[in-house]
C-alpha cells in the first residue's frame, strides 16, 4: 500500500474524520472570531455566561470540561477586555462568580453572527433535517465523551 492508499484509507475511519474536520472548523471560526480578538474557546465562555447567567468559576469549569489555569486564562483575557466581570460570591468569599458585561453581550452577538456564517457554509451541503441529525448525534457524543470535570 502507498502513502496515498494508506492516507485514504485513514480518512474513512471516523475517529479520523472527526478530528479532521474538527481541525478545519477550529480554523474556520478562529479566522472568523479574529477581528473580535477573540478564539473559539474565550466565544465558549461568553455563550455559555449569556445563556446560564452569572455562573461560578467552578461551574464554568465544569460546563466547558476545561482546565482551572485555562479557564483563569481565558477569564483575564476576557475581564481585561471588560467583557466579563468577577466577585467574591456575597454568600462563600472562597468563590467567584463570574457574569458577562452589557459590552460582553454586544461582543456575543458578533461571536454568534460569525459562528453562524461559518456553520451556513461548512454544512451548506446538508439538509436542515441532518443539521438536526448531526447536532444531536454530536450533543449524544460529547456527553459520553466528556473528560472528568479537572480537580480544582
Known amino acids: 500500500m ?44 461568553l455563550a455559555r455566561l449569556v445563556r446560564s447567567g452569572p455562573t461560578s468559576q467552578q461551574a464554568l469549569i465544569e460546563a466547558l470540561a476545561i482546565d482551572a489555569s485555562a479557564l483563569v486564562a481565558l477569564l483575564n483575557d476576557l475581564e481585561g477586555a471588560q467583557l466579563v466581570e ?9 468563590r467567584h462568580i ?8 454586544a461582543a456575543m452577538l458578533a461571536v454568534d453572527d460569525a459562528i453562524t456564517a461559518v456553520e451556513r457554509e461548512a454544512l451548506a451541503d446538508l439538509a436542515p433535517a441532518e443539521v438536526t441529525q448531526l447536532h444531536s448525534l454530536l450533543a449524544r457524543l460529547s456527553n459520553h465523551l466528556r473528560p472528568c470535570a479537572p480537580s480544582a
Not at 496515498?4 to 475517529?15: F, I, V
Not at 463570574?98 to 453581550?105: N, P, Q
Open 2 to 45: 502507498d502513502e496515498a492508499e494508506a492516507c485514504d484509507g485513514a480518512d474513512d475511519r471516523l475517529g479520523f474524520l472527526l478530528a479532521r474536520h474538527g481541525q478545519v472548523m477550529n480554523t474556520r471560526l478562529r479566522q472568523a472570531l479574529a477581528v473580535s480578538g477573540l478564539s473559539p474557546r474565550h466565544g465558549a465562555v
Open 86 to 94: 468577577r466577585r467574591r460570591d456575597p454568600a462563600d468569599r472562597r
Open 98 to 105: 463570574v457574569e458577562v458585561t452589557s459590552a460582553g453581550s
